[in-house]
C-alpha cells in the first residue's frame, strides 16, 4: 500500500492576497475559528478583518499559545464554537500544525495562511508534536490536506529573513534525503513524482536563493523570493505529499532530532538543524568529498551552517556527549528509521565529527 496526498486542494500566492481574502474563504465556509500566532495575526488582522467583514463572513480567534503539542491541541478543540465550517491557521508552521490537528479531530476543513517561509506545514497532511516546553516526541498523519492554502508575498517579505533561510535548509533536505531514502524504489511511480518535486526543490533554491535571501533582508517582495516561497511550500511539500516514506525525511532530520540531547540547540530554527544534518547525511552515507565541499559552499554563500560550532555549538562536544546525540537520532520516532540500511551510533559520531 502507498498512500499519495500529494498537496493542497488550492494554493494561490500573490502579493496583497490578504485584502482579497473573504473572495477565496467564502467559497469554503462561513464561520471560521481562526487559530493565530500572536505577531502573525497582529499582521494578518489588519488587512484580513475588514475583507472577512466585506464577504460576512463569521469568525472567532484563538491566539496560538506557541507549541504544536497535545496539550494545546486539546485547549483549542474545546473552545472551538458550534457551527464552525472552517478552521483558519495563521503563523509558521507550528500555529498551522496544531490548527490542523484540531480540524482533522473535529473533522472540519482546514486553510493554512502562512505567515514566513520556514517549512512546507501549510501543504502537508501532518502535524509534528512538540512537548509544551518545545522537545519533539513525533508527528500525527492526518486525512485531510488544507482545503486552501493562501500566501500573500507582502507578507512573507516582510517576515523576518531568518526563517526563509532555516526554510532554505530545511527544503534543499527534500533532495538530499529524498534520493537516499528512495534507495530501492526508483520504479515506482509515486516515488518518481516525489523525485523529480525534489530535484525542482534542488534547482531553484540552487539558482534563486541567494538574490532571495539580500531582497528579504531589503523585505522586497521580488521574482526570487516568490520562487523560494513557492519552493519551499509548494515543491517541498510535493515530496513526501507523493513519496510518502520512500522520499521523506531521514538521517538529516535523524541528526536533528538527536541534536535534541544539546541545550544549545533548543532555540535554533529548524531547518538551520536539518541544514547541519545533511552534511552529516553525506558523510554518513559515505558520499564524495567534491559533493560534501559543494554543499558547504553553497551553505557560505547563503549563510547556512556547515559546522555544529557554526551553528552556534561553541564549545568542543565530549564523546558522551556525541554518543546522547546520536542515540537520541536512534530513538524508534526519529527520522533515522527511513534510512535504507541499518545506521550505527558510531556511523553518526563518525559522521558529526567529520564535520567539525
Ligand atoms: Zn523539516
Known amino acids: 500500500m502507498h498512500l499519495s496526498m500529494a498537496s493542497t486542494n488550492a ?12 473572495e477565496w474563504l467564502i467559497k ?7 487559530v493565530g500566532g500572536k505577531t502573525a495575526w497582529s499582521k494578518v488582522s489588519v488587512v484580513l478583518e475588514p475583507s472577512l467583514k466585506e464577504y460576512e463572513i463569521a469568525y472567532e480567534v484563538a491566539i496560538f499559545a ?3 503539542s497535545y496539550e494545546e491541541v486539546d ?3 474545546k473552545i472551538v464554537p458550534h457551527g464552525v465550517d472552517l478552521i483558519v491557521g495563521v503563523g509558521g508552521g507550528k500555529a498551522i500544525d496544531a490548527a490542523k490537528a484540531v480540524a482533522a479531530k473535529l473533522g472540519i476543513p482546514y486553510v493554512a495562511i502562512p505567515t514566513v517561509a520556514g517549512t512546507c506545514a501549510c501543504v502537508t497532511p501532518l502535524s509534528v508534536m512538540y512537548t509544551p516546553d518545545g522537545v519533539f516526541i513525533d508527528f500525527i498523519s492526518h486525512p485531510q490536506n488544507s482545503i486552501l492554502t493562501l500566501v500573500d508575498g507582502d507578507i512573507i517579505a516582510d517576515s523576518p529573513v531568518s526563517y526563509m533561510l532555516s526554510g532554505i535548509g530545511d527544503t534543499l533536505a527534500k533532495w538530499y534525503e529524498g534520493i537516499v531514502c528512495a534507495r530501492g524504489h526508483e520504479d515506482h511511480v509515486p516515488t518518481k513524482l516525489g523525485l523529480a518535486a525534489a ?3 534542488l534547482e531553484t533554491l540552487t539558482e534563486y536563493s541567494e538574490v532571495a535571501i539580500k531582497d528579504m533582508n531589503s523585505k522586497t517582495p521580488s521574482y526570487a523570493v516568490q520562487q523560494i516561497t513557492d519552493t519551499i511550500f509548494l515543491s517541498a511539500g510535493a515530496v513526501g505529499g507523493f513519496g510518502n516514506q520512500n522520499t521523506r525525511a531521514c538521517a538529516a532530520h535523524g541528526v536533528h532530532d538527536g541534536l535534541t540531547a544539546v541545550k544549545e540547540t533548543h532555540q535554533m530554527m529548524h531547518g538551520m538543524k536539518v541544514a547541519y544534518g545533511i552534511i552529516a547525511l553525506l558523510y554518513i552515507d559515505n558520499q564524495p568529498s567534491e559533493e560534501i565541499e559543494r554543499v558547504k559552499s553553497f551553505y557560505r554563500k547563503i549563510g547556512l551552517p556547515t559546522s555544529l560550532f557554526e551553528l552556534g555549538v561553541k564549545r568542543k562536544l565530549s564523546d558522551e556527549e556525541l554518543s546522547k546525540i546520536a542515540h537520541l537520532a536512534l530513538s524508534p520516532t526519529s527520522f ?3 534510512m535504507p540500511y541499518p545506521v550505527s551510533a558510531a556511523m553518526i559520531t563518525e559522521a558529526m565529527k567529520k564535520t567539525e
Open 11 to 22: 494554493y494561490v500566492q500573490e502579493q496583497g492576497l490578504m485584502k482579497k481574502a473573504g
Open 66 to 68: 506557541g507549541e504544536s
Open 336 to 338: 533515522m528509521r527511513f
Open 75 to 77: 485547549r483549542l478543540q
Open 28 to 34: 469554503y465556509g462561513k464561520n471560521l475559528f481562526i
Open 199 to 201: 530535484r525542482i526543490c
